[in-house]
């Protein structure tokens, strides 16, 4: 069977990979059969690393398929789950997993939109850590797929006012399509001014960081938040931020949050069910979907942002 391995910085390959076997208790066989990148992948394939090749299977982990079979009493051949591998190796025709990081689900949605479940449920998660937020104004840092999900997330918790803010035009476009009442181009845009604008000149209750640490924003995002506002910092962050402006972080009285690792009971049941549902429509995320063996051009187009990617997906030869 195939797998694929980072073999240098910005190289990805097919290899030959011996089939998998059950060898712990609790595990299935899982193959995948449509998965898509997220931008905690990208730094394996675009940023320099320690050493490679890197670890086989390196880097995906939001994965839908169906089980093979299992050794474990939860599970049973022929079921389609929600896969979320360990230490993002996940790319391989079939592998063995833990049961439980796997959730059995029935859609009659596509399986490019029903493994949108994943993210979805990281933002779901993020959300269930702050308190009501209806009738709240609220800006989101950052629109690619996280923030575009928490756009769409925060209209049906009933915010009044969603503001994306990115510095690509094309992603602002989608915005609109995703729940956001405005947008900002922050490229362009005085975005302190954009933020009294729209606001009255009273900021925004919250700010959702959900850039990362590929555009530190944490600065911007202390400066558009209004006194005794809320900062949910979710992009992945680097080891240390320096620079930050922590007196105004004090002198605002900010209430800062963060979070990371959702609850398989929780969070991705409540994901798979939004979808299923059509509570959120996740289809103007998904830009692109390629076959496994065009795996190269898939990293290539998601981490360089080419052709307007949002969503790029990987359809497993197994899949229909």
């Keep these: 069977m195939l797998a694929g391995q980072i073999k240098k910085l910005g190289q990805i390959k097919l290899i030959d990979h011996p089939e ?6 609790g595990q299935v066989i899982f193959q995948p059969e449509m998965a898509c990148l997220c931008g905690s992948d990208s730094p394996y394939f675009n940023e320099n690393q320690s050493s ?17 079979c299992s050794n474990g009493g939860k599970l049973s051949a022929g079921q389609k789950v929600l896969a979320v591998p360990l230490n993002h190796e996940g790319i391989f025709e079939r592998m063995a997993i833990s049961e439980d990081r796997v959730l059995v689900f029935e859609s009659n949605r596509p ?15 993020a959300l269930r850590k702050l308190p009501n937020l209806l ?17 769409a997330a925060l209209k049906n918790l009933g915010a009044s006012e969603v503001i994306g803010i990115d510095v690509l035009a094309s992603r602002l476009e989608t ?36 850039a990362g640490h590929q555009e530190e924003t944490l600065n911007l995002c202390i400066e558009i938040c209004k006194n005794q506002g809320r900062l949910h910092y979710f992009g992945i962050a680097p080891q240390t931020i320096n620079g930050v402006e922590w007196l105004k972080v004090v002198t605002k009285s900010l209430n ?12 991705f049941p409540l994901a798979i069910k939004w979808i299923n549902e059509e509570r959120i429509d996740v289809r103007p995320l998904i830009t692109h979907k390629l076959p496994l063996n065009k795996i190269q051009q898939a990293f290539e187009l998601f981490s360089k942002r080419l052709d307007g990617a949002l969503k790029v997906c990987l359809q497993f030869p197994t899949s229909n």
């Design 20 to 25: 998998p076997e059950l060898v712990k208790p």
């Design 175 to 210: 915005s609109k399509l995703m729940g956001a009442s405005a947008v900002i181009d922050n490229s362009k845009d005085n975005l302190v001014q954009a933020i009294q604008d729209l606001t009255g000149g009273d900021m925004v209750d919250l700010v959702i960081e959900a």
């Design 111 to 125: 399986s490019e939109e029903m493994v949108i479940a994943q993210p979805l449920g990281t933002v779901l998660y």
């Design 256 to 267: 800062i949050t963060s979070s990371h690792s959702p609850d398989f009971k929780i969070d």
């Design 52 to 68: 490679y090749p890197l670890p086989i299977g390196m880097s995906l982990h939001e994965m839908v398929g169906t089980i093979v």
């Design 135 to 151: 009738g709240w104004k609220v800006a989101v840092v950052g629109q690619g797929p996280i923030g575009q999900l928490f756009c």
